[in-house]
Structures are given as C-alpha cells and as structure tokens.
C-alpha cells in the first residue's frame, strides 16, 4: 500500500468502528472543558471525571472559581495529581479570564496558551471540541500509533502534530484526533498489546515495529 493508501484505510476503518465519537472528558462548556483538560496533564480522563463534578458543584465559571481560594481548589483536585501547579493554573487563568477576555475562554493558541497551565496540546483540545476549530491534538495513543503505522519518526509529539496535519485532511482532524485515541486504548495499547486485535498495525504498520513484536512472542 502506498502512504496514501494507507491514510485512506485508517480514516475509512475508524469511521467505520466510531460513527459517533463519544468526548472522553466531561463538560458543559468551554471554561469546564478547559479545566477539565488542565487537570488531565499526568492523569486519566477516568480520575478526572471523578474529580470535576465536585469541583463544578462548587465553581463551574470563572467568576465562581477565584472566590475559592488555592488551597480550597487543590483540596478537592488532590486525587488527580499535580494538584500544587494546577490548583495554582485553575485559579490563575480565572482570573486573567474575567480580567482580560469578559469570563470568555479564548479561540486562539496564543491567547489560550497564555494562561497559566495551559500547553499547546490543552489549547488544541479546547480550540476543537469547544469550537470546533481544526487541530490535531496529539496524546501518548496518538504519538504511539503515528509510529506504529510509519507516519511520523516518532522523535516527539511536535513532530507528531506536523506529520499528522500534513497526511491527513484538515476537515478529518477533529473527529480522526478522537477517533485514534479510543482505538488506542481499545484496540492498539502501550502494555498488553495483541497485534491480532490490532488490524490497522497489523496491515499497514511499520514493519520494524511488527518484526519487534513477533521477535519478542517468539
């Protein structure tokens, strides 16, 4: 199969397997899709949406959030980890929200990433799923199976962000950077990997990474 071939085979396969393609993390609007996503960094989407509800029970908008205090936000944030630097972010970014953007979270990467806490691949996640604005957010799923299928060197996630934006079609980014991870933790994970399950690696994949496998089940 050529490169391009193999493109076409995963964006038809995983149409195919996610028609409609569920949001890993809960929320009901930009600034809880935000924070949400702040607390993910270094954690699963699993912890974090055990987490978000008693904090959105508390503040679920920026006006709400300063009036806690750091140490109140950190308290409830605890059990998702990194709770020092994102308790800090959360109260921060609030902050510089109703300062500076009217309580409205920002469309831009610049102006998202100049918030506390927030990296480019949060701002990515925020600019597609709350608006619905073309990027390729790349996660471990992503950045594992970008090399696996021998579209990217694997070197890391920058360079991962630019293959996939230059292979795939911009109008496919949004619902292919969701569509990768469920298939990477359904069907192509890190430990526990069984390359029979894993039909896309198993037919276009990168044949260092397939030698490897079937040399370490010998």
Not at 178 to 205: C, H, M, N, V
Request: include cysteine; glycine fraction near 6%.
């Amino acid at each position: 199969m050529t490169k391009a071939e193999k493109v076409q085979y995963v964006i038809d396969s995983l149409n195919e397997l996610y028609p409609e393609i569920p949001v890993p993390l809960d929320h009901t609007d930009a600034y809880t899709l935000l924070i949400a996503v702040l607390l993910s960094a270094q954690s699963t989407d699993v912890r974090v949406n055990q987490i978000t509800p008693l904090l959105f029970e508390k503040a679920r908008t920026p006006e709400d959030m300063v009036k806690l205090t750091v140490e109140e936000i950190r308290a409830i944030i605890r059990p998702v980890g990194l709770s020092p630097m994102k308790s800090k972010g959360i109260h921060g970014l609030s902050h510089i929200l109703l300062e500076k953007h009217n309580g409205a979270v920002p469309r831009t990467y610049e102006e998202l990433e100049a918030l506390p806490a927030v990296g480019h691949k949060t701002a990515a996640v925020v600019m597609a799923q709350a608006f619905g604005i073309p990027t390729f957010p790349v996660d471990t799923h992503i950045h594992r199976l970008m090399y696996r299928w021998g579209f990217t060197n694997g070197k890391n996630v920058v360079q991962t962000e630019r293959d996939a934006k230059r292979l795939f079609p911009e109008e496919c980014w949004n619902d292919l950077h969701l569509q990768i991870i469920w298939y990477g933790r359904e069907y192509s994970p890190a430990r526990g990997w069984d390359l029979e399950r894993d039909f896309i690696t198993k037919k276009i994949g990168r044949k260092s990474v397939l030698n490897e496998y079937y040399k370490k089940k010998k």
